[in-house]
């Protein structure tokens, strides 16, 4: 197959080889992480899951975190609500969705994983990225009313309404709770002798 | 030795003897998984910290979990702070003993564990203890000016403010982003249309 950079269509094919193998035995790590947890996250297990040898994943991807890194990094883009601009809608609906990315996407386990292999440099990159890719929005829309302290404590607040029941107790919060919560960061700014 | 309770004195000997096992190899499990991580703990490594054989470890705590669950059983009271009765400086306080909690027990490490595990039914059952005697004094303080599904925002929101930052960067937020939160919560209750 030409190619028409200069490199050899062997050069070529082994790449294309590598990127499937590197898709599939992500794909395959995610997979185990979410449903199964990041305890079951073996060299054994993914390689059984993706349906490759054990010794093809060692060579890639010799430490478990490393599979578990992959795994993370091939999640993309964290899931956000368009806005509408009407800002109570927006945050309620935000936290809706990062709620229902806790239900399907199993964002706790992903959250879990992190913060238990966060002493790992690259893992440590990808916790930074994905948590700030993932409270961009909630940063950016209570930025609108919020500064400082303030602000940072806003994020965490809300963030924290989600994140704390799934982590701590496996619960989510449910509509009426969300609700009840942007209505106190927003009456708290409102008011606020500041 | 006399007993008065008619065991014989090796079941007595005994008895001590497994309960002085179980606590230097609760104490050294704990220290592996706030130290190294709850992927450091296992039998090989939690042998080496507590100075008994592998074999001992297998024989009462087959599972890597059932050493994770002992250690962390064996944590006992969450620490809290000694109410003045000043809501916001409770609330203020409170907060920094968690915070402290984080940074000195690795709270942190304890509660990524006890969310990794808590498909095991022992470690569910740990993990709702731990985190509602952890949560049991805001609730007695938010409870003074919440109820219903604003008190669950408001507990959440609160742990929210310390444990988003500490799981999700490696951070702790500062004084003056606790006092931000405390203060927009209750502007946010003394001016809620409820």
Redesign the interface.
């Known amino acids: 197959m030409a190619t028409g950079d200069g490199s050899r269509p062997s050069d070529t094919g082994e790449d294309a080889r590598v990127s499937r193998t590197r898709a599939d035995v992500a794909r395959a790590a995610l997979e185990v992480l979410t449903t199964e947890?990041?305890?079951a996250v073996t060299h054994a297990r993914v390689a059984e899951v993706a349906g490759y040898s054990k010794t093809t994943l060692y060579t890639h991807w010799p430490a478990?975190v490393d599979l578990i890194a992959m795994a993370i990094e091939s999640i993309g883009e964290m899931p956000h609500h368009d806005r509408t601009g009407v800002l109570r809608d927006d945050l309620i609906a935000e936290l809706q969705v990062f709620r229902a990315g806790i239900v399907e996407m199993r964002l706790?386990?992903v959250?879990?994983?992190m913060?238990?292999?966060?002493?790992e440099e690259q893992m440590?990159r990808i916790?930074?990225r994905v948590?700030t890719d993932g409270?961009r929005q909630m940063y950016e829309m209570l930025g609108e009313i919020f500064d400082?302290?303030?602000l940072?404590?806003?994020v965490?607040?809300?963030?924290?309404?989600v994140?704390?029941?799934a982590?701590?107790?496996?619960n989510m919060?449910?509509d009426?709770?969300?609700?009840?919560?942007v209505?106190?960061?927003?009456?708290?700014?409102?008011?606020?002798k500041r």
């Open positions: 947890g990041s305890d478990r706790d386990r959250l879990s994983a913060a238990e292999w966060a002493s440590a916790r930074n948590n409270q400082g302290p303030a940072d404590a806003a965490s607040m809300l963030t924290g309404v994140a704390c029941p982590m701590m107790y496996g919060p449910d009426a709770v969300i609700e009840a919560a209505d106190v960061v927003l009456n708290g700014h409102a008011h606020s």
